[in-house]
């Protein structure tokens, strides 16, 4: 019995053997161990058998199968190995790579012109001493209107088309101008020197010089005896900062419901530019901000007492700047998204 048992344990390491040289590939070298080593497999088998074995001759029987075990364990791992290092060789010279290929540049990104007005902006008010304070896009109709001195039905809401959401009362901001109560009411009764950045959105007729969404920066000064120089010294060093001591500036009365006496100021077209005519209405001036020194009955919706303290606002497009900085004919580019345009700044 266990002369047959070790006789075909010997003719199963030789059929073993033998397959095992035949194996082309890695899949081949799989399905051979599934065949021996698997759980039904015939190694498995052969080691199964020692349970019936007789007793003396056991040792022996066991001693060759586990021998049996190892050596084939052992050729399969060098055939695996072997086959592995053929597959990879195979695929470097079919594939080969070459290093002499120009390698794939990685676009780099910039900050949007938008982005870089804002911060220029932002630099030049904190050399002023004014801090950034950032209020909500979405707001009330309360505070977008009322507090401003408009309320229900005053004619002078027609000058902001307004988105309204599905919330009735509440309005995309027509403008900045909500944040300086947002601004008055944290401050509590203290002077105040911020600019405060953000997204407006209107509907209005798309133009060259007009869209439904973009930027204003307002800016609120509040204290005693804040007047209407401190208003025109602080836009005209702004101005010339911005666009430099050679471009003219210039300031004329206006009206805003939150402000009183209200002012408008506008920037010289470049004089060489040849869409000037068109761009500035025939004018050669282009607005970019209203101003004003800020109501009272503001200032009270705030929480600050007219009699004791003043301050002046002003409300400015910074896109309107950049048109004007770079004699960009038309606002609309800005969102567009057309990158020939914005790799320029
Ligand atoms: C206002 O929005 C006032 N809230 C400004 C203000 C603030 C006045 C504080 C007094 C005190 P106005 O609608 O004129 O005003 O807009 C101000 C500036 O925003 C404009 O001068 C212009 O530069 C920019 N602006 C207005 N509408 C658009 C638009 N549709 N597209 C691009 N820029 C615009």
New binding site residues.
Partial sequence: MADDATDELKKLEGQAQTHLQQCADEAALRAWNTQYFGDKGLVKAALAKLSTIPKEQRGTYGKEVNRVKEDLTRAYDAALASAKAAALQASLTANPLDVSLPGRGRPRGRLHPATQILRQIYTIFADLGFQVYRTREVETDELNFEFLNMPAHHPARD??DTFFTTTPGVVLR????PG?IHVMREAAGKPIRVILPGM?Y?N?AIST????Q?Y?V??LVIGEGVTMADLKGTITAFARRMFGPERRVRIRSSY?P??EP?I?VDIDWPKDDPNRDRLTKGTGWL??????M?HPNVLRAGGYDPDKVTGF?????P???LMLKHAIDD?RLFWQNELRFLRQF
């Fill in positions: 000058m902001w027509t403008h900045t101008s300086q407006c209107r209005e010089r007009s869209e439904i973009f204003q307002e800016g805003f939150f402000t209200s408008e607005e970019i901000l209203g101003a004003g800020v606002a002003f409300g400015m497009g896109q309107r700047m606002i």
